[in-house]
């Protein structure tokens, strides 16, 4: 069964660092595409990342420069590393994994961890 | 970058069929996805590829693509249907973004 835990979530002051985990059960990441979406408090859904199986990495213009996606195979978890954080970064923060037909689209989910910025 | 417009809400009746709009410009030739999202729970993918269904989908949702509208169509509303639901796109000319649209909260009545 295809699972997708975050954990990381937490409150940081503006400025801060934090980094999201989200370990894989059920397929292997390496092989998929898997993407970081966010969604603050009461608004829609906003993509942040992805990370290819042959391991490029693409960002939301409102990320570039200061998040990271990543990966670590031998865990089978996905990252983001979140640095100068900006208040209005605050969301629950979901990884996702691309269903692998060609264009992305996401079949999993995972329950999503909440990223609070302020001071 | 691209963008995805949709209605903030659609009401409908139990019974009845409700269908939810996303715009873009030329959106006919992209692949649009669609998802359900619950109060306090993760989206679900109830669409993609414009009309495929993911195993466990009722039949009662469909999707087509054409032009600048893509519609999400869910027959025979049930009070369970009661969500928002977000069309998706993946731009590729444009940094590989993904594209959501702003949510359209479906409220039966």
């Known amino acids: 069964e295809v699972q997708l835990v975050e954990s990381g979530g937490g409150l940081v002051q503006p400025g801060g660092s934090l980094r999201l985990s989200c370990a894989a059960s059920?397929?292997?990441?390496?092989?998929?595409?898997m993407s970081w979406v966010r969604q603050a408090p009461g608004k829609g859904l906003e993509w942040v990342s992805v990370?290819?199986?042959?391991?490029?990495?693409y960002y939301a213009d409102s990320v570039k420069g200061r998040f990271t996606i990543s990966r670590d195979n031998s865990k089978n978890t996905l990252y983001l590393q979140m640095n100068s954080l900006r208040a209005e970064d605050t969301a629950v923060y979901y990884c996702a994994r691309d269903q692998g037909f060609g264009e992305l689209n996401f079949d999993y989910w995972g329950q999503g961890t909440l990223v609070t910025v302020s001071s | 970058s691209y963008v995805l417009t949709q209605p903030p809400s659609v009401s409908v009746a139990p019974g009845k069929t409700a269908r939810i709009t996303c715009g873009g410009n030329n959106i006919g030739s992209k692949s649009v996805h669609w998802y359900q999202q619950k109060p306090g729970q993760a989206p679900v993918l109830v669409i993609y590829y414009d009309s495929d269904r993911p195993s466990g989908i009722p039949e009662r949702f469909s999707g087509s693509n054409s032009g600048n509208t893509a519609t999400l169509t869910i027959s025979r509303v049930e009070a369970g249907d009661e969500a928002d639901y977000y069309c998706?796109?993946?731009?590729?000319?444009?940094?590989?973004?993904?594209?959501f649209g702003g949510g359209t909260k479906r409220t039966v009545l």
């Open positions: 990370i290819y199986s042959g391991g490029s990495t």
């Open positions: 059920g397929f292997t990441v390496s092989s998929n595409y």
């Open positions: 998706q796109v993946w731009d590729s000319s444009s940094d590989h973004h993904v594209v």
